[in-house]
């Protein structure tokens, strides 16, 4: 019997443990180590795997991302910088091949136009509503009884019924 319990107690311990272990090897990727004779080629690449958009992983830069796509990518921009390619001719190879989705900052265009207008085009929208129901507000509290209004709000403070 106590033999019988040991292992109802072991069995959930022994699955946590593999689950650890399991976890533990599956984050152990490899890291990339990337040669650069010029410093500013290295800061270069580290600026242009910052600001693209990994395909898969949806908002994690490239140089963050493990999945095999961000990789890939990391690779062209290192081969482009070693070309002698220029930030912006990279970034434009990289829309060409992904699409504007990989960019964390979209370029203004004509299809981008309202996202680009769109946040500034709300804020404008709430401040016109906020100062219409201010005015609104204030009209309501400013007006004053009539003297009819008056006759009845005091016959209904003194408890009298008017009909």
């Known amino acids: 019997m106590a033999l019988n319990r040991f292992r109802c107690a072991a069995l959930p311990l022994a699955l946590l ?9 599956s984050h152990g990727a490899a890291i990339e180590m990337r040669e650069f004779d010029d410093p500013v080629l290295e800061q270069r690449y580290d600026s242009l795997t910052a600001s693209l958009r990994c395909p898969t992983c949806q908002n994690q830069a490239i140089n963050d991302s493990d999945a095999p796509v961000s990789g ?14 220029s930030d912006i001719e990279i970034r434009d190879f990289m829309v060409q091949r992904f699409g504007d989705y990989v960019l964390y900052n979209p370029r203004l265009e004509g299809r981008t136009l309202l996202l680009w207008g769109l946040p500034g085009a ?42």
Do not use: H
């Not at 890939?72 to 390619?85: F, S, T």
């Not at 401040?127 to 005091?154: M, N, P, Q, Y």
């Open 72 to 85: 890939d990518m990391r690779e062209r921009v290192y081969q482009l910088l070693q070309d002698g390619r």
């Open 17 to 25: 443990v593999l689950m650890l272990l399991a976890s533990a090897t």
């Open 122 to 163: 709300l804020v404008l929208l709430g401040g016109v509503l906020v100062v219409f129901i201010v005015r609104t507000r204030r009209k309501a509290s400013a007006s004053k009884l009539t003297a009819a209004e008056r006759a009845r709000l005091d016959a209904l403070i003194n408890g009298e019924r008017s009909e």
